[in-house]
């Protein structure tokens, strides 16, 4: 048996229950992993309240991102062995000290990247490599505007698009925020709370506008953030941290200057083994170099994921999350 935080009925932070769970042995395509760290990310609270369904239904142990070491391995597998270092974005199961991990989502880590440094940015590190490299190609000069600047995402996405060249522009919600988004790349803050983040865009674009806007945040900054967004640009919407986009006219976009709009997903970018492989080592190439900093800015005990989660909806956190079980 090993500790784990399970959902056996949707809802608020309440519902994530400390226990003891069986893992089984691996199967064919699986290694068992001993986590020494495990990410929180916004999606987990989504599949906790239901507004993602669960895959596998009640119960089910939350968490999609974790690091450790591999304890066993499946019949049949050469690409992994026992003691390997390794780190992941998976189905869930990642709240607890050990878990089953399909061998085609696993990566080794390289040495120089440590168990709460990969459990803190696997999945918000490669979701900003596909966001800044592939969903719009961010180039030196672009304005783009990065919604919650200061948040697991955020810091990230501040530091790499600033890396890239381009004039980073990041809303957060408080002064202390703003500064911690200013110190990790971010050039400009705006306090969306208190400002009118269009006309704050206009003013320090004089008047050009965003290549490209990153909105995690949905339903508030809906449809104001179209408004940040130059002719031709593109409205990459990529979560839903207060609540989600409801249905719009898509001739909204033409209105607006014959505008891009996606709403991606890592799933889909990292599909591929290959993709996946190509976006964690472009990660660990900018994390390597110190390009990027991965700030693991709160850490818990693993049986108290609810203050975590209650934290991470209250916006009472800023950069990256871990669990430690
Ligand atoms: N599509 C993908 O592939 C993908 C992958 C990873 C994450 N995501 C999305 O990226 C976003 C950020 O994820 P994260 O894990 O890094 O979280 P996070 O940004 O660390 O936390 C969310 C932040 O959103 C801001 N916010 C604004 N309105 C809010 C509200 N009503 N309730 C709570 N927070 C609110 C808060 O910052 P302020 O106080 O500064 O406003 C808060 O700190 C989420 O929407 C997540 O679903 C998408």
Request: aromatic share 8%; proline share 5%.
């Amino acid at each position: 048996m090993v500790a784990a935080v399970r959902v056996h009925k949707l809802g608020g932070p309440e519902v994530l229950t400390y226990e003891d769970i069986d893992v089984a042995a691996p199967g064919p395509g699986q290694i068992r992993v001993k986590q020494y760290a495990c990410g929180v990310n916004f999606i987990d609270t989504y599949f906790r309240m239901g507004m993602y369904p669960s895959p596998v239904g009640l119960p089910f142990v939350v968490g999609n991102e974790g690091a450790g070491e591999v304890m066993a391995i499946g019949p049949g597998i050469s690409e992994f062995k026992p003691g390997d270092r390794v780190a992941y974005v998976a189905g869930l199961g990642s709240y607890a000290a050990e878990r089953l991990v399909p061998t085609d989502r696993a990566v080794k880590l390289p040495a120089n990247i440590g168990y709460e440094q990969a459990a803190a940015m696997m999945l918000k590190g490669m979701t900003v490599e596909y966001l800044v490299r592939r969903t719009f190609k961010v180039e030196k000069g672009m304005n783009v505007l990065m919604h919650a600047a200061a948040g697991g995402v955020g810091l990230i996405l501040c530091q790499w698009a600033n890396h890239l060249g381009a004039n980073v522009i990041g809303t957060v919600g408080s002064q202390d925020k703003a500064a911690l988004a200013r110190a990790n790349g971010c050039h400009h803050t705006i306090l969306y709370r208190d400002e009118d983040f269009v006309a704050r865009v206009k003013e320090i674009t004089g008047g050009k506008l965003c290549e490209v806007v990153y909105d995690g945040i949905g339903k508030t900054t809906f449809p104001a953030s179209l408004d940040c967004i130059r002719p031709l640009g593109m409205f990459v919407s990529f979560g839903s941290a207060s609540g989600q986009i409801e249905a719009f006219n898509i001739n909204i976009l033409q209105q607006k200057g014959s505008l891009f709009a996606t709403r991606p997903t890592l799933n889909t970018y990292a599909a591929k083994r290959e993709d996946l492989l190509a976006i964690a080592n472009d990660l660990f190439a900018v994390v390597g170099s110190g390009a990027v900093k991965i700030p693991v800015n709160q850490k818990y005990a693993l049986r108290d994921a609810a203050k975590a989660h209650r934290d991470l909806e209250g916006r009472a956190t800023t950069g990256s999350s871990i669990l430690v079980p």
